[in-house]
């Protein structure tokens, strides 16, 4: 597990989700998990290939998603599924775009596959064998959770920790 | 909820945006933002071609420009644009705000970037700043003598 690769997706979360309620949030649960991954609402699945891989699940429960989209619309908004999976797909966008943010500036080169939003019963594999760390965030509207899976490509690796360092 | 002082063109009428974002959800917060900046909404597109499109249809004061969209991506929508109108004025408006995105939104004629998720106040500043950039017909904000406040 490496928490240099899993710290910026969580920091981005608690972030996102902040100053999207514009209220404070608190990682209430977080625990390593090698299990497929079982939703336990809508969930959006991000892919991430390169020098870095691995999936990133952000899972919000229908009515915490429509709550969420009430906020930020001000207004009570109409409740469909089509709203809620909008809502988590964007949310998805937010909390990954400002994680990759961080990591892209770092150096690290690859590329973050658009959102698939999974309302099915099956598990949820993320195409890897990492085991993932399962966050789960308490705001105003409900708890968030996040499933994050994320290494270094083994070649990539090499590559680094043999490349001559310049003082 | 925040208030401020309605952003208008130089002829005192409202400035009109082109809000370019693949996801209705994040048009439809960016365009409650522009209603409290005392805005109008002159179109919406959902990806680059469309855009190209609706900016022509329209003449927009202003475009919100996502970044990743289907078909065709923000920065060549940009480019596009700019190609066409020297004098059009984009503001780019994604979560991935990286240097090189930016950069390259620049480099192809973007005035600004504003990363998501958008606060009201950041981007009425960032629009401030665009708006006041140019001393044409949408040139400098008239009714900025009350500062936007909590």
Do not use: W
């Not at chain 1, 997706?9 to 209430?28: G, H, Y």
């Not at chain 1, 990492?130 to 705001?139: F, G, H, N, R, W």
């Not at chain 2, 370019?20 to 409650?32: G, L, T």
């Not at chain 2, 996502?66 to 700019?82: C, F, L, Y």
């Amino acid at each position: 597990m490496r928490m240099e690769l899993i710290q910026p997706f969580i920091n981005a979360a608690d972030a996102v989700f902040a100053e999207s309620l514009q209220a404070p949030t608190k990682i209430v649960d977080l625990a390593m998990d090698e299990e497929t991954y079982r939703r336990k609402g809508i969930a959006a699945l991000i892919l991430i290939k390169g020098e870095i891989e691995g999936h990133v699940i952000l899972d919000l429960a229908p009515e915490v998603a429509l709550k969420v989209a009430s906020h930020l619309a001000g207004s009570a908004v109409v409740e469909s599924e089509q709203l809620a999976r909008e809502t988590v797909c964007e949310l998805a966008n937010m909390v990954i775009g400002n994680s990759v943010t961080l990591l892209n500036d770092q150096g690290f080169r690859f590329k973050v596959f658009p959102p698939e939003i999974h309302v099915n019963d099956q598990g949820l594999s993320g195409g890897t064998d990492t085991e993932a760390m399962v966050i789960c965030i308490e705001t105003p509207c409900g708890q968030v959770y996040l499933n994050i899976a994320m290494h270094y490509l083994h070649r990539r690796r090499q590559e680094r920790e043999t490349a001559p360092t310049v003082d | 909820m925040q208030q401020f002082a309605a952003l208008l063109r130089k002829d005192s009428r409202p400035v009109r945006y082109l809000v370019v974002d693949d996801s209705v959800f994040a048009r439809k917060n960016i365009i409650k933002m522009i209603e409290m900046f005392g805005g109008e909404v002159a179109g919406e597109a959902g990806d680059g071609l469309t855009a190209i499109a609706e900016y022509n249809r329209t003449t927009p004061d202003i475009v919100l420009m996502d970044i990743t969209m289907p078909q065709m991506e923000g920065i060549e929508a940009v480019e596009r644009i700019v190609r066409q109108h020297a004098e059009a004025r984009i503001v780019m408006v994604s979560s991935v705000g990286y240097q090189e995105n930016i950069l390259a939104a620049l480099q192809k004629g973007a005035k600004h970037f504003v990363q998501k998720p958008v606060k009201p106040e950041v981007l009425y500043e960032i629009l401030r700043y665009v708006l006041s950039d140019d001393p044409s017909a949408a040139g400098a904000p008239v009714a900025l003598a009350g500062e936007h406040r909590s």
